[in-house]
């Protein structure tokens, strides 16, 4: 999956890093309405007869991040990623293969739960979804402080990778 030719991202794998980042932050912070009706599913077995507005922007925002995740991996596994810096401990190279593992995972796995909870009623992939939702910010805040780390500790000079092509730096 990494390629150590390779020194930039593509253009479509930084718009779908940046798309999946931005979707992902807003279905964790704005969902209050969906925590309500996962509530009261699971306190009573039903679904609300009438749904918010938000709520439905949840639904929608699932399946378009399920999707991004899906192309994502596409191409992570098509057109490949950079290695990281050969300076980079072994140690460091295994946390972060085994961090990305685990985003990718949890990424897929909250909306495929939170559509098995939503269209087939089962409680156990709603509860599956809402813990998941904590792992998962727990592995993006992980995942920003690793890069904060790389870039001000290390200085490995990474998150420009995600900020620009090969391209725009010949120019």
Not at 80 to 87: D, F, G, R, T, Y
Request: proline letters at 3%; one cysteine or more; a positive charge.
């Amino acid at each position: 999956m990494m390629d150590t030719n390779k020194k930039f991202y593509s253009i479509s794998q930084i718009l779908l890093h940046w798309t999946t980042a931005l979707l992902v932050f807003y279905q964790l912070a704005v969902n209050a309405d969906i925590k309500k009706t996962y509530k009261l599913f699971l306190e009573n077995g039903e679904w609300p007869s009438m749904l918010s507005s938000q709520t439905i922007t949840h639904l929608i925002l699932g399946f378009i991040i399920l999707i991004l995740v899906l192309m994502r991996l596409y191409l992570r596994l098509t057109i490949k990623v950079p290695a990281l810096p050969n300076q980079v401990p072994v140690q460091l190279k295994l946390l972060a293969k085994a961090s990305h593992y685990l985003l990718y995972f949890f990424l897929l796995l909250m909306p495929l739960s939170g559509a098995l909870g939503w269209f087939t009623d089962l409680k156990f992939a709603i509860l599956i979804h809402t813990f998941s939702a904590k792992i998962l910010l727990a592995l993006i805040l992980f995942h920003i402080c690793a890069a904060i780390f790389h870039e001000g500790v290390l200085g490995n000079k990474i998150l420009r990778r995600m900020f620009q092509t090969e391209e725009k730096l010949k120019r």
